[in-house]
């Protein structure tokens, strides 16, 4: 019961911390913990009433191998098929790149552990540590984003500001127009719900690009019955950072204070929304729908991102880590 008792206790922070500000990523480690003392928990009450549940558990524990494996393979033909369909670039190839990556460290893994040595068994700890510290860190994220994107916005806006994917030749894309058509979703709901918004259309021009992503989309909206009145494109912006804070400074000449929806796409909300609150807006964001075969590359794509964002943070605890591993390994070799 200690276990469940810390869950809830974890719940009840994630439930303060998110009606604080839901755009926060701690949010994803108070949810996580709880997630996890949670499963413990109710694991532990099972297994104590049921023993010979046991077996299923240690099962489980022995067949995570395996899982990575089998992670692994999905992430080298789901990288296989976004170099197919979307091309070679890096974003695009992020998922064949992890599963390699994963099927490098078991196979590693597996030689360090039959070596046997004092050293192997030392690297071995470390690369396990690392790569646990990397997975703790994509699972917070992971929950963070799941937990934002399922959260519920007012339905009476005063500005929509959809953010800009790339064109083609020009064009709109099936990415783009998710987004858009999420956007004038949100626009028409919140007209009859009797408050009309403005729509911003942000997105600046490419290097690739014959026009600003911003021109093609506000084409777009208007054509989908936006009034033209309502649309003040903003063409200036080359990243997320500046689609917000230049969109905000659009919004505000276009008189329209107060509440403030940005679309994109499901996988890149999260990020989307700690860049809103750390620019001092009080924006919250939305996702829209993404073909299945996309979201994997551009899901952790958002994931490094965001790691970047914190990197001094994530190197001081890797080095942490290290210090600590060490430390531990001159003793071990002193000791023996």
């Given amino acids: 019961?200690?276990?469940?008792?810390?869950?809830?206790?974890?719940?009840?922070?994630?439930?303060?911390?998110?009606?604080h500000d839901r755009r926060m990523l701690r949010n994803g480690v108070a949810l996580t913990a709880a997630l996890f003392f949670g499963v413990l928990g109710v694991v532990d009450v099972v297994t104590r009433r049921f023993p010979a549940l046991e077996v299923l558990v240690a099962g489980v524990v022995v067949l995570a191998p395996v899982a990575l494996l089998v992670l692994a393979g999905f992430l080298v033909a789901n990288g296989v098929r976004m170099f197919r369909r979307e091309g070679r670039s890096l974003g695009n190839m992020l998922s064949l790149v992890a599963g390699a990556g994963v099927l490098v460290f078991l196979v590693g893994a597996v030689l360090l552990l039959r070596d046997g040595s004092p050293v192997a068994t030392a690297v071995l700890v470390l690369a396990l540590a690392v790569a646990g510290y990397v997975g703790v860190v994509f699972v917070v994220f992971l929950v963070a984003a799941l937990g934002y994107g399922r959260a519920c916005f007012p339905e009476q806006v005063d500005a929509v500001v959809v953010l800009g994917a790339g064109l083609a030749a020009g064009e709109v894309t099936p990415l783009l127009r998710s987004r858009l058509d999420r956007g004038?979703?949100?626009?028409?709901?919140?007209?009859?719900?009797?408050?009309t918004p403005v729509v911003i259309p942000s997105g600046g021009k490419g290097e690739d690009e014959p026009r600003a992503e911003a021109t093609a989309m506000a084409e777009y909206l208007v054509a989908n019955g936006v009034p033209a009145a309502l649309v003040h494109p903003e063409d200036r912006s080359r990243n997320t950072e500046e689609n917000l804070r230049f969109s905000r400074?659009?919004?505000?000449?276009?008189?329209?204070?107060?509440?403030?929806?940005?679309?994109?796409?499901?996988?890149?909300?999260?990020?989307?929304?700690?860049?809103?609150?750390?620019?001092?807006?009080?924006?919250?964001?939305?996702?829209?729908?993404?073909?299945?075969?996309?979201?994997?590359?551009?899901?952790?794509?958002?994931?490094?991102a965001v790691?970047?964002?914190?990197?001094?943070?994530?190197?001081?605890?890797?080095?942490?880590?290290?210090?600590?591993?060490?430390t531990l390994v001159a003793v071990s070799f002193h000791g023996s």
């Fill in 249 to 304: 400074a659009v919004q505000q000449a276009a008189g329209a204070s107060g509440r403030t929806l940005v679309v994109t796409n499901d996988y890149h909300v999260m990020r989307a929304a700690m860049l809103a609150r750390d620019t001092g807006g009080d924006a919250q964001v939305v996702g829209a729908p993404t073909a299945r075969y996309y979201v994997p590359s551009a899901f952790l794509r958002e994931f490094a």
């Fill in 1 to 19: 019961m200690g276990l469940l008792l810390v869950a809830a206790l974890c719940a009840a922070v994630y439930a303060v911390l998110r009606r």
């Fill in 184 to 195: 004038i979703a949100v626009f028409r709901r919140s007209e009859a719900a009797g408050r």
């Fill in 307 to 326: 790691v970047v964002l914190h990197r001094w943070g994530h190197a001081a605890a890797l080095l942490v880590l290290v210090v600590v591993w060490a």
